[in-house]
């Protein structure tokens, strides 16, 4: 699992899990950052949030997710 990845703090706003969102980790820049490791949750993707279309391995990395 990615050291920097899902954040250490525990969010409520917008919404609890935040912190394990991939919506959040691009917002913040950590996308082009860590570019290598975020590969990893995109890679073969099971889901799309329903938000911003971003694809994720997991459901839980993404705002609303919907199974693609
Ligand atoms: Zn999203
Ligand atoms: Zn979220």
């Known amino acids: 699992m990615a050291d920097w990845f899902p954040f250490p703090q525990h969010l ?40 911003c279309g971003r694809a994720a391995v997991k459901a839980e990395n993404l705002c609303e997710p919907d199974k693609l």
Not at 32 to 46: A, C, G, I
Request: glycine share 4%.
């Open 12 to 51: 409520t706003e917008p919404h609890p899990g935040h912190e394990a969102h991939l919506c959040m980790a691009e917002n913040l820049g950590f996308v082009k950052s860590n570019l290598e490791d975020y590969k990893k949750f995109v890679r073969d993707p099971q889901f799309l949030c329903k938000k």
